[in-house]
RNA sequence: GCCGACAUAGCUCAGGGGUAGAGCAACUGAUUCGUAAUCAGUAGGUCCUCGGUUCAAUUCCGAGUGUCGGCACCA
């Protein structure tokens, strides 16, 4: 006699077994018809498993986040259906769903193309079409093997020898095709609807492995109607227009060529966008206490060695030599042992403590080709690294600090939304347990005194020390780690920094590593991408353009452009023999956030007409009223006065 | 690095075993115009590189390089 308990807190009263689907259907047609999925005492199940007992239970209907999920683990299981269905002795491994939609890992001598997608598509609408019902087996352990064995199956064979002894191997049928799956599901293939559609086809390794043979990935994106999918795929090409590829080359900012694979050149606009971020940065830096440094390119082999990077990275790192001398050096892959030989140089006091040095560090890293992305993957990059070397009574405070100015830092740039997440002891590592134990107890303390929530990301520290990872979200949603704090007991060991206590003894330091944007490369690509390349006035490499409409005007924009210039603007004059209308729309396609129009009246009157960027009015103003208006607005938001 | 796709004018792209095509951009000329494209003309190419097949390859085949999408990697 189970008694159902509603989400309204009403009990129902059964005389034996139910299921999801008998309870719906005694609380009405319309709730019978549109429950997708149970949720029995918070777990989400099948609506026609038993439930012989007392139990709270939830409906999800369609419009649920949950019934989302189910869609899309759904659509996997009837991708392949329709793959095995087309493609006889292709093998399944796994398909979850995922952010959007899902995917399913097949293995097949031949991989499969986007020219399959339609004959598959076709199939996967059959399937749905079809109706048939999800329904649930557990078999036995043995049995289950056996079975996927005698299909060839290996790869579900494994899986299922694989799971935990306590759990049951649910199997679950769709029609004439089964898979081994832990559920739940929707209630027949027709659920899972028409807006569906297949992606694109990737290789992925076995359970993530590099070791273990590719199979062949299909993504699929799946939605709860048409309209949703429109959406999401009208997002997909707002997304690409954003590419900072596009973008960088549009706006004539950088390019890549085949002689420097993952090195960027800077074209002028590029790179007045770089120095503008770089001179915010070095002023947060002279703000926030720091000292600024610069160190070699080229650092002998020992140093690595020492360091421990020749060990660990030594094929991720560019190697130079000369023919007349018999010495080994790489190019820089970081600062850290730089810095620390700057420290080392004489004799430290605590006096000195924290002690925060500072480069816009140039470094190396060959990158494995496949990692390349436009700018924010290179092979040369520089970061905005520093160093905080100081007692491990301070590294609360200087947490502390660090999220502050990083926080200021992200505000200013445009982003207010950030996550923090906390990467402890990885499986390679340098130092003792004991080591690592204090450092990540350090880092969590200085974290509860700043403040700090965060969330784990396991074994995926640096190999000298834990982290803190600051995770910014863009305008789109999508999610950036470029911050950093990781505190290090290791390399201020191996390089013998040292520093005279106030007992006049030598005492080890600790290293703090630390960046705020990461990497000026990647940190731009993010900015153009948040911003679509419609920068703030303050970061736009071009910030105003002065468009005369007539030739006679032509000697006034040219005067109004020098008084900008003077004025500290990046301001360039238009007075080329187009026709106004089309200087506007050239000038805002290449997003001038400001256009001036001048015109025989603007030049008789000493005035401007301002028009901003994707707006349609103009004002007017005097020559004066607009440099000095312009000059306040163009002002970087640290230097403004509050 | 691995799997797959792609590489044609500055850009976006079409084409195809036998003089290489469009739009935009560029250049020249005319036009002097009031808030998102004035008109006309001209020029522009090792069809990524190297090899093979062929009477003939930019096109077909192979290798390499690069880019793109994933996977793996990211000190």
């Keep these: 006699m189970p008694a159902i308990t509603l989400p309204d807190g009403t009990v129902r009263q059964f005389a034996g077994t139910v ?5 719906a259907a005694s609380i009405g047609p319309g709730l019978a018809k549109a429950a997708l999925a149970i949720e029995i005492d918070g777990k989400l199940c099948d609506m026609a498993l038993p439930i012989p007992e007392d139990a709270s239970i939830r409906f999800v209907t369609r419009k ?3 019934a989302l999920e189910m869609i899309r683990h759904d659509a996997a299981h009837v991708l392949a259906e329709a793959v095995q269905t087309l493609f006889p002795g292709t093998q399944v491994t796994i398909g979850p769903s995922i952010e959007n939609g899902f995917y399913y890992d097949f293995y097949r001598n031949e991989p499969f193309t986007p020219d399959d997608f339609a004959a598959i598509e076709a199939k996967m609408k059959e399937i749905v079409d079809n109706k048939a019902p999800f329904t649930r087996e557990v078999w036995p352990r043995d049995e289950a093997i056996k079975f996927f064995e005698d299909k060839g199956e290996r790869f579900k064979a494994e899986l299922i020898r694989d799971l935990p002894e306590s759990e049951d191997i649910s199997i679950y049928r769709q ?3 089964l898979d081994l799956c832990r559920g739940p599901h929707l209630r027949d293939t027709s659920d899972v609807g028409n807006a569906f559609k297949l992606m694109k086809v990737a290789g992925a390794y076995w359970r993530g492995d590099h070791r273990n043979p590719m199979l062949t990935r299909i993504y699929g994106t799946a939605w709860r109607d048409r309209k949703e999918l429109e959406v999401h795929l009208h997002q997909l090409e707002e997304a690409e227009r954003r590419d900072h590829r596009r973008i960088g ?21 590029g790179w007045r966008l770089y120095t503008t971020l770089q001179d915010y940065m070095r002023r947060a830096q002279t703000r926030w206490g720091y000292e600024e440094v610069r160190t070699p390119q080229l650092v002998d082999r020992s140093l690595w060695e020492a360091s421990g990077h020749w060990d660990k990275y030594r094929h991720h790192m560019f190697i130079a030599t000369v023919e007349d001398e018999d010495k080994t050096l790489a190019l820089k892959p970081m600062n850290c042992p730089c810095h620390v030989q700057i420290f080392r140089h004489g004799l430290r006091s605590y006096r000195e403590l924290p002690l925060r040095m500072a480069e816009f560090g140039a ?13 924010m993957r290179v092979r040369g990059f520089t970061q905005d690294d520093a160093h905080v070397f100081c007692t491990e009574d301070q590294i609360a405070d200087e947490t502390v600090l660090f999220v502050e100015m990083l926080s200021a830092v992200y505000r200013d740039l445009g982003f207010s939304d950030f996550r923090v997440k906390f990467a402890d002891r990885p499986e390679a590592r340098a130092g003792s347990d004991e080591i690592w134990d204090k450092a990540e107890q350090s880092l969590k303390t200085a974290c509860e005194t700043a403040g700090v929530t965060y969330e784990y990301n396991p074994g995926e520290g640096a190999f000298y020390g834990p982290k803190l990872e600051f995770v910014l979200r863009d305008a789109i949603g999508r999610d950036w780690q470029c911050g950093t704090l990781q505190v290090d007991l290791v390399l201020p060991e191996r390089l013998d920094a040292s520093y005279i206590g106030e007992d006049s003894a030598r005492h080890r330091p600790v290293m703090l590593h630390r960046a705020i944007l990461g990497s000026f490369e990647r940190f731009i690509g993010i900015l153009i991408e948040q911003h679509a390349g419609k920068f703030p006035l303050w970061l736009a490499p071009v910030q105003v353009v002065v468009a005369s409409i007539v030739s006679d005007a032509g000697a006034y924009a040219e005067e109004v452009v020098a008084a900008l210039r003077k004025a500290g603007l990046h301001a360039e004059a238009d007075t080329r023999n187009e026709k106004i209308n089309a200087k506007i729309r050239e000038h805002s396609l290449a997003r001038v956030p400001l256009i001036l129009v001048v015109g025989r009246r603007e030049a008789e009157e000493r005035t401007v007409a301002l028009r901003r960027l994707g707006g349609a009015t103009q004002e007017v103003l005097s020559l004066d009223a607009a440099v000095s208006a312009l000059k306040l607005e163009a002002t970087p938001p640290d230097l403004l006065e509050h």
């Design 19 to 23: 299921t999801g689907t008998d309870i």
């Design 64 to 66: 649920d986040p949950e």
């Design 175 to 177: 029609g004439e095709w």
């Design 249 to 269: 080359r549009e706006m004539d900012l950088f390019h890549i060529q085949e002689e420097a694979v993952g090195q960027v050149f800077w074209h002028p606009k």
């Design 363 to 375: 470094c190396h890293r060959y990158e494995p080709s496949g990692a390349l992305h436009g700018i």
